[in-house]
T-cell receptor, first 111, second 114 residues
Framework: DAKTTQPTSMDCAEGRAANLPCNHS???????VYWYRQIHSQGPQYIIH???NNETNEMASLIITEDRKSSTLILPHATLRDTAVYYC????????????FGSGTQLTVLP | GAGVSQSPSNKVTEKGKDVELRCDPI?????LYWYRQRLGQGLEFLIY????????KSGLPSDRFSAERTGESVSTLTIQRTQQEDSAVYLC????????????FGQGTRLTVV
């Protein structure tokens, strides 16, 4: 799996958009970008994934650069409950390999 | 059930005792994972089951750790002769075989070895 780099921590004001970056400069053509988050004392939660097109679901939007070397997870209207560690993972979808989580970004939504 | 269920939610055991942790995956999910998360640290992969294939045990830290899965249902993680460094939250996740990275996690079992 390609290595990812994320900032250690970020703050965001409640109600504003939270933009979480991820660098994955060694990503391969068949590798997807996945985002998970882990709220304190809970198990990780799948958020969204994409290959090269931008994706949106009820939780977030994922913007992938044209060269696919970086991506941004966008929470359009952050709430206090979005405070969590956000993990960016790059891997081949459908492969028989385990998920691997790095250290992630601690997002703190401030009131 | 609707989600991945793990039991017990908390377990306190004495050093040297054996413990067994249980995971009930989402019905129909062929892939099942066990992870360990020590306080303030990231997730550490332990073992992976996919259908009837041989499990990927490459993450098990020692021979004191073992896991079983019956078909595509319940899995148990067993830790023998527990040590204090085994104290952690043990997380189980499951996913559809063709959408493995869209994994659903349980709430975990918090194991404390005293």
């Amino acid at each position: 799996d390609a290595k990812t780099t994320q900032p250690t921590s970020m703050d965001c004001a409640e109600g504003r958009a939270a933009n979480l970056p991820c660098n994955h400069s060694t990503i391969s053509g068949n590798e997807y970008v996945y985002w998970y988050r882990q709220i304190h004392s809970q198990g990780p939660q799948y958020i969204i994934h994409g290959l090269k097109n931008n994706e949106t679901n009820e939780m977030a939007s994922l913007i992938i650069t044209e060269d696919r070397k970086s991506s941004t997870l966008i929470l359009p209207h952050a709430t206090l409950r979005d405070t969590a560690v956000y993990y960016c993972i790059v891997r081949v979808s459908g492969s028989a390999r385990q998920l691997t989580f790095g250290s992630g970004t601690q997002l703190t939504v401030l009131p | 059930g609707a989600g991945v269920s793990q039991s017990p939610s908390n377990k306190v055991t004495e050093k040297g005792k054996d413990v067994e942790l249980r995971c009930d995956p989402i019905s129909g999910h062929t892939a099942l994972y066990w992870y360990r998360q020590r306080l303030g640290q990231g997730l550490e992969f332990l073992i992976y089951f996919q259908g009837n294939s041989a499990p990927d045990k490459s993450g098990l830290p020692s021979d004191r750790f073992s896991a079983e899965r019956t078909g595509e249902s319940v899995s148990t993680l067993t830790i023998q002769r527990t040590q204090q460094e085994d104290s952690a939250v043990y997380l189980c996740a499951s996913s559809l075989g063709y959408r493995e990275a869209e994994a659903f996690f349980g709430q975990g079992t918090r194991l404390t070895v005293v």
